[in-house]
């Protein structure tokens, strides 16, 4: 078994897209639309889903936001170095909404970033996790 991908529902696909492949640099695998369904689904990733988990967008035409729930909590990133990455998230108009540092019990250093629909993503520096 392997994970295949993981799903969030955005109330504007167009602008998601964006920010997912010009900010934080996946790039559009696929895109379908299901009309009889009103929705469409879109597929992001850093590499081939064949061998890549990826992130599922899927917009429902009728609806424009949703709720957070509080059980979700984030999709997390791997970085090699999160302080120049959060400064290119920044330029590209990404909102960093925990600037890099150790995480709370730990050492290993974390930041986050927040999507329009206001998921977190949560990026975390490699090397420092090696070493936690």
Known sequence: MRMLHTMLRVGDLDRSIAF?????GM???RRKEYPSGRFTLAFLGYGPESEQT???LTHNWDTSSYELGDAYGHIALGVEDIRSTCAAISGKGGRVVREPGPMKHGSTVIAFVEDPDGYKVELIEMSSRAAA
């Open 27 to 29: 790039k559009l695998l």
């Open 20 to 24: 997912y492949t010009d900010v934080l």
């Open 54 to 56: 990826v992130l599922e």
